[in-house]
């Protein structure tokens, strides 16, 4: 998944993305309420996990707008609010869920992919995708082709997946380094060519029909079935 995180306590904004990278999601975390206004704007997340009481603009303030604009992202609220009334505020301004501060990681996890699965989008339906003689397992971070297991590095798995999604389609070295590394990341258009290149050695090499095709000048894109 890619997770827009808005965060303004710097000790759980990066033990939760350290975290949530550790299980192979890509995350931006931004620290004040209009940081995360103008990633909402600019970027593709399959969830928001918002902070209530933010700096510059609240959590519940970016709900209300987030729907306003009828973007129907799923969002999970971060709260140290624990009362009935507060909880029910943040359902009806449009969170899909909320979390009550401290948490467990693996609670977070479990209510992140429940809210993913949720999404009325084809590839949201279960935590399995399979596309031709390939599937990979979201849950489990298991790639297979054929049956025959593909041990894949975290980013691997993430591109592969984004490159699986978005089947048929070119997508540029500045798109995927946006959907695999993310916004704050560091990395250079030549780490995407690295490992695209380690990528298809592990997933095309051994077999007749390629799934990843560069397209010169444009970028990359993956064929079902190797068409």
Same mark, same amino acid.
């Given at each position: 998944? *890619? #997770?827009? /995180? ?8 990066? &033990? ?27 970027? *593709?997340?399959? %969830? ?6 933010? =700096? ?6 970016? %709900?209300?707008? #987030? ?6 992202? =799923? #969002?999970?609220? &971060? ?49 399995? /995708?399979? /596309? ?18 593909? #041990? ?30 993310? &916004? ?21 090499? =051994? ?21």
């Amino acid at each position: 998944m *890619r #997770i827009l /995180l808005a965060e303004d306590d710097e000790t759980l904004g990066e &033990l939760t993305e350290h975290q949530l990278k550790r299980q192979y999601h890509v995350v931006d975390w931004m620290k004040d309420g209009h940081q995360a206004k103008e990633a909402i704007s600019t970027g *593709r997340y399959d %969830v928001y996990v918002l902070d209530w009481m933010l =700096p510059e603009l609240t959590g519940l303030e970016l %709900v209300r707008e #987030i729907r306003r604009k009828e973007d129907h992202t =799923p #969002i999970l609220l &971060l709260t140290a609010r624990d009362a009935v009334q507060d909880r029910v505020e943040g359902l009806r301004a449009g969170a899909d869920d909320y979390m009550i501060k401290p948490f467990a990681f693996e609670e977070l996890e479990a209510r992140l992919f429940a809210l993913f699965r949720r999404q009325d989008r084809g590839y949201h339906s279960s935590d399995t /995708l399979s /596309l031709g003689d390939i599937t990979a397992n979201m849950s489990r971070f298991e790639v297979t082709r054929r049956g025959t297991a593909i #041990i894949l590095t975290r980013r691997e798995f993430q591109l592969l997946v984004c490159l699986m999604r978005h089947a048929g389609q070119v997508l540029s070295r500045e798109q995927l380094l946006d959907q695999v590394w993310g &916004l704050a990341s560091d990395v250079t258009l030549n780490v995407v060519d690295a490992t695209i290149r380690l990528l298809r050695k592990k997933m095309d090499g =051994p077999y007749e029909t390629k799934c990843i095709q560069s397209v010169y000048g444009a970028g990359y894109r993956f064929m079902i079935g190797g068409e």
